[in-house]
Nanobody, 118 residues
């Protein structure tokens, strides 16, 4: 059984930073890619970034150049460092896990709210 639990969301001013964390349980996660997606009110869920079990990363347009995904070696934890946040980054951020970077996620966390507002 795989469970993913996110933390680190909150309210931040435009231009500020937040770091999201996701800790997973389940031995298979060591072989899985882990990533982050987000869903803003009234919009579809979109991929933000993914990191493979060996550290390879993939970023989608919203976070390129501002967000960094990281995963300590041999840990079922993934971080998303978000810098220069904009109001458009306001969304619920979800952690997920899948076999490979380009696969559809198999497991999802419950989500953590990020609000960027002055």
């Amino acid at each position: 059984q795989v469970q993913l639990v996110e933390s680190g969301g909150g309210l931040v001013q435009p231009g500020g930073s937040l770091r999201l964390s996701c800790t997973g349980s389940g031995s298979i996660l060591s072989e899985y890619a882990m990533g982050w997606s987000r869903q803003a009110p009234g919009k579809q869920r979109e991929l933000v970034a993914v990191i493979s079990s060996t550290g390879g990363t993939w970023y989608e347009a919203p976070g390129k150049g501002r967000f960094t995904i990281a995963r300590p070696y041999a840990q079922n934890t993934v971080y998303l460092q978000m810098n220069r946040l904009e109001p458009e980054d306001t969304a619920v951020y979800y952690c997920h896990a899948q076999r490979n970077v380009r696969d559809v996620p198999e497991y999802w966390g419950q989500g953590t709210q990020v609000t960027v507002s002055s």
